[in-house]
Each structure stands twice: as structure tokens, then as C-alpha cells.
């Protein structure tokens, strides 16, 4: 499968899973679930939950778990819209909404039933490092970098690859915010190596060359 096909096929899936875990516009109360709506839909390339599924797959054992790594894909993305709301100003439903989302995020990771304490541990604390290194510094690669984290460790990767591919995250999510800052290319194009750099560090597979083609599509840019 191209690479293309490979990461629409992972945006889908998230896409779909995403429909899934969202209440009802209409629901009550319904202004504040229609806000939590607008904030997750409101376009954008899923970026984040398609690198937690491709890292949960590049690096993957008969330790990972796909559900696992699916509500990890859920969970970074609800984290994402979370950390936008809380940055908007001037609307009264944008803390209520994001605090609601934050919560959703780590209801989300805690999903699947057959997850062992321990893993589910250690997801619950990358996706709460997450949350406060974002509210922190939003501007930095740390979603990006907890996205390739909790698919890798969902997946089941060895230590020394989970390192490999939140360190390939970080690199991506700094390319990807330089990419659209003016005069920024040559410093995307600089992160962008170093992402693919990192992937030298876990197995070949098509997850892999995709991830590493996600990287090539911003110096292309």
C-alpha cells in the first residue's frame, strides 16, 4: 500500500473512532456538547492520532494492542482540541468545553478492557505529561511527541524504539508548526531530517516509510 493510501486509511479510522466517542450535538446540555463538536470536527489533517496509529504499527509486537493504540489515537486528538479551547479567549464555553474534552481524553485512553494496569498506566502518565507540557509551551512538538509515544507504547515497541518514535514526533510537530511561520522552511526542512533520522532506529515496515514520508511531505512543502 502506497504511503498515501496508508496514512488516509489511519485519518479514517481515527475520523471514525472520533464519531464514535463524541456525544450528540442535540444531547444535554447542548450548547456545551455542540461546542465540544465544533472544536473536534472543525477540520484539520488528524495529524496526531494518524502518527499515535502508524507508530503503533512501525514498531508493533504480539505485545501491542490495537484497541489500545486506536484509543490513544482518540485520546491525543481530544487532548489537542482540548488545548485550543483552553487558548481562546472571549468565549464562555471555551473552558467548560476544553476541561470536558481533557477529561474525555483520559476517559478514552482507560477504554479498552483488556489493557493491563501497568500499560495503562504508563499511557495515562504520557498523556497527562502531554497535557501539562502543552498548556505550557503549546507551541513546541510535546502532543506530537506523545502522539508517536503512546501509539508506540500501545503497540507494544521495545524501550529503546518508543524513544525513537517520540523523538521522531517532536522533531515532526516542531517541523510542522515552523512549515507555517514565514521565512520558516529551512528550519522545517532541518526538523523534518531529523524526524526521519530517528526512524533508522526501528524496524522497516510500511508504517515506517509512511511516517518517514509524512516527514519528506514538509521540506517538499
Given at each position: 500500500?502506497?504511503?498515501?493510501?496508508?496514512?488516509?486509511?489511519?485519518?479514517?479510522?481515527?475520523?471514525?473512532?472520533?464519531?464514535?466517542?463524541?456525544?450528540?450535538?442535540?444531547?444535554?446540555?447542548?450548547?456545551?456538547?455542540?461546542?465540544?463538536?465544533?472544536?473536534?470536527?472543525?477540520?484539520?489533517?488528524?495529524?496526531?492520532?494518524?502518527?499515535?496509529?502508524?507508530?503503533?504499527?512501525?514498531?508493533?509486537?504480539?505485545?501491542?494492542d490495537p484497541d489500545a493504540a486506536l484509543s490513544a489515537a482518540v485520546a491525543i486528538e481530544l487532548?489537542?482540541?482540548?488545548?485550543?479551547?483552553?487558548?481562546?479567549?472571549?468565549?464562555?464555553?471555551?473552558?467548560?468545553?476544553?476541561?470536558?474534552?481533557?477529561?474525555?481524553?483520559?476517559?478514552?485512553?482507560?477504554?479498552?478492557?483488556?489493557?493491563?494496569?501497568?500499560?495503562?498506566?504508563?499511557?495515562?502518565?504520557?498523556?497527562?505529561?502531554?497535557?501539562?507540557?502543552?498548556?505550557?509551551?503549546?507551541?513546541?512538538?510535546?502532543?506530537?511527541?506523545?502522539?508517536?509515544?503512546?501509539?508506540?507504547?500501545?503497540?507494544?515497541?521495545?524501550?529503546?524504539?518508543?524513544?525513537?518514535?517520540?523523538?521522531?514526533?517532536?522533531?515532526?510537530?516542531?517541523?510542522?508548526?515552523?512549515?507555517?511561520?514565514?521565512?520558516?522552511?529551512?528550519?522545517?526542512?532541518?526538523h523534518a531530517r531529523e524526524a526521519a533520522a530517528h526512524l533508522m532506529e526501528i524496524p522497516g515496515?510500511?508504517?515506517?516509510?509512511?511516517?518517514?514520508?509524512?516527514?519528506?511531505?514538509?521540506?517538499?512543502?
Amino acid at each position: 500500500m502506497a504511503s498515501k493510501d496508508y496514512l488516509e486509511l489511519q485519518r479514517q479510522r481515527a475520523e471514525e473512532a472520533l464519531e464514535r466517542t463524541m456525544p450528540p450535538a442535540d444531547s444535554s446540555p447542548a450548547a456545551l456538547h455542540a461546542a465540544i463538536r465544533d472544536a473536534v470536527f472543525a477540520g484539520g489533517d488528524r495529524i496526531r492520532p494518524v502518527l499515535a496509529l502508524a507508530a503503533s504499527e512501525a514498531a508493533a509486537t504480539a505485545d501491542g494492542d490495537p484497541d489500545a493504540a486506536l484509543s490513544a489515537a482518540v485520546a491525543i486528538e481530544l487532548l489537542h482540541a482540548a488545548t485550543r479551547l483552553h487558548a481562546t479567549a472571549g468565549d464562555a464555553l471555551a473552558l467548560p468545553a476544553g476541561d470536558a474534552l481533557q477529561a474525555m481524553a483520559f476517559g478514552a485512553l482507560a477504554a479498552p478492557s483488556a489493557l493491563s494496569p501497568a500499560r495503562a498506566l504508563r499511557l495515562s502518565g504520557i498523556l497527562a505529561r502531554a497535557a501539562l507540557a502543552a498548556a505550557l509551551t503549546p507551541e513546541t512538538g510535546d502532543l506530537f511527541a506523545a502522539a508517536a509515544e503512546l501509539g508506540a507504547v500501545a503497540g507494544g515497541a521495545p524501550d529503546d524504539e518508543v524513544a525513537a518514535l517520540a523523538a521522531f514526533g517532536a522533531e515532526l510537530g516542531v517541523a510542522t508548526r515552523l512549515a507555517t511561520e514565514p521565512d520558516g522552511h529551512k528550519l522545517a526542512a532541518f526538523h523534518a531530517r531529523e524526524a526521519a533520522a530517528h526512524l533508522m532506529e526501528i524496524p522497516g515496515t510500511p508504517a515506517s516509510a509512511a511516517l518517514s514520508d509524512l516527514a519528506e511531505g514538509i521540506i517538499g512543502h
